[in-house]
């Protein structure tokens, strides 16, 4: 039997607090090199959005960067780039995030430019239609006119999912969207928007007792406004097989992707990390179970992917999320013969077992992984504020590397079993490339 692998564990700092209006703090000095990473994360995704409305939270994100209470439109890239800095911001299914990176003496204009937009972005019916048609233009760029656009993490969804949060567009319809108001905008604002449901978080070279009578001093007379009550996500699990298919006119080969459903990942996180660890024994290089047996050895796909979240954003989502399998085949390749493969291993990982050294392998690799992500302010910054935000433990980013070399091989194996056909929802598609 293989020994296991001495996962070193990182102790970047955390101290944390609440602004009187309720913003929540988290920093983590780190005095290596004169950075910092600031992230502001929002209690709203993809999934918050109302029907009729799909495709908001994205679109409202992009409001955020027209202009604030005492900024101009682009100021806010102004200032940033002017200190040498980057910025950006992503909208993910349960949160929304914004961040800059810049060297350590620009972290006050960082905060400032955060704080003003937190007081009210300027949303005027110009600044809407102009971002309407963005965001449109993103969607032909990513979806309509890119092969394999939005497969799986936007057509797999609805099928797996019944319910509006879960299952809908989250790049949203050019109805919705055309149809969007300036109070439509601003409703979104007041609700979601509020201190109460953001998380700030500062990462890199800083004083703490500097920072935070800098982050009292921008942040603390933003208006106090509580968060809204989670809406539940709540999604029956399935009682069967559910299988679609679709034609991408410009997709050149066949493709299919199969989603389970996955404990947890919040509320049951002991039962949700051997999934995390099984994805990357299922597909992680070329000696994992499902490339050496369809890539390499049937050769009845090109590639084969694994992982959990349909963004891919494993220690950042709630529930219901799904591990989910993709792979694109040769010409002619055969999506149901795939998937039978595909059972014919997870029935052998479970009933033989991990091979000697498989799983420290694998272990080591995800923590080699997980290392390297912190090794950059904003892989502490960013994570950091969203864990504070979804479980009020920043400090998990320091333990998920040991956490993960702690899964047992039968945890791997028991999870494994549960990955019946009877609990998949899958997505073919089918090319018209080739028509």
């Not at 109805?175 to 109070?183: N, Y």
């Amino acid at each position: 039997m293989a020994s296991r692998i001495q996962i070193p564990a990182t102790k970047y700092p955390v101290e944390r607090f609440t602004l009187a209006n309720g913003l929540r703090v988290v920093l983590s000095p780190d005095r290596s090199a004169p950075v910092v990473g600031v992230a502001v994360v929002y209690d709203v995704g993809i999934r918050s959005e109302p029907e009729g409305r799909t495709g908001f939270a994205h679109l409202f994100e992009h409001l955020m960067f027209q202009g604030s209470e005492n900024l101009e439109k682009l100021a806010h890239f102004r200032h940033v780039q002017g200190a040498g800095g980057s910025f950006n911001g992503s909208t993910h299914l349960d949160y929304t995030d914004y961040f800059e990176v810049l060297p350590a003496g620009a972290l006050e204009r960082a905060l400032f430019l955060e704080a003003d937009r937190m007081r009210g972005p300027r949303l005027t019916e110009e600044n809407l239609r102009n971002q309407v048609d963005v965001v449109k233009e993103e969607i032909r760029v990513n979806v309509l006119n890119r092969p394999y656009g939005g497969f799986p993490w936007l057509k797999l969804p609805p099928v797996m999912f019944k319910t509006f949060p879960n299952a809908h567009d989250g790049y949203g319809s050019f109805e919705d969207l055309e149809s969007a108001t300036v109070a439509d905008a601003q409703g979104f604002f007041d609700r979601y928007y509020a201190c109460g449901n953001a998380v700030l978080s500062v990462a890199g070279d800083f004083d703490v007792a500097e920072a935070t009578v800098m982050i009292e001093r921008h942040f603390g007379d933003v208006p106090a406004r509580p968060a809204p009550v989670l809406p539940a996500f709540d999604e029956p699990d399935l009682d069967g097989e559910r299988r679609e298919s679709y034609t991408d006119r410009i997709a050149p080969l066949p493709a299919v992707a199969a989603g389970y459903r996955v404990p947890d990942p919040i509320g049951a996180f002991d039962a949700y990390l051997p999934f995390s660890v099984l994805a990357e024994v299922l597909t992680d290089g070329d000696a994992s179970r499902l490339v050496e047996r369809l890539v390499q050895r049937d050769r009845s796909v090109t590639n084969v992917g694994g992982y959990l979240g349909f963004m891919g954003d494993e220690y950042q989502v709630r529930n219901p999320t799904a591990l989910l399998l993709q792979a694109h085949m040769p010409p002619g390749g055969d999506a149901g013969k795939v998937l039978r493969t595909v059972d014919e291993e997870l029935d052998r990982l479970a009933a033989d077992g991990l091979k000697p050294g498989e799983l420290e392998r694998t272990q080591a690799r995800m923590a080699t992984r997980l290392l390297q992500g912190t090794d950059e302010v904003l892989g502490r910054a960013l994570p950091m504020a969203v864990l504070e935000l979804q479980r009020g433990r920043p400090g998990l980013l320091n333990e998920l590397p040991k956490l993960v070399n702690e899964v047992t091989a039968e945890q791997v194996v028991a999870a494994a079993a549960t990955l019946r056909p009877e609990r998949r929802a899958v997505v073919e598609v089918l090319p018209g490339a080739g028509a």
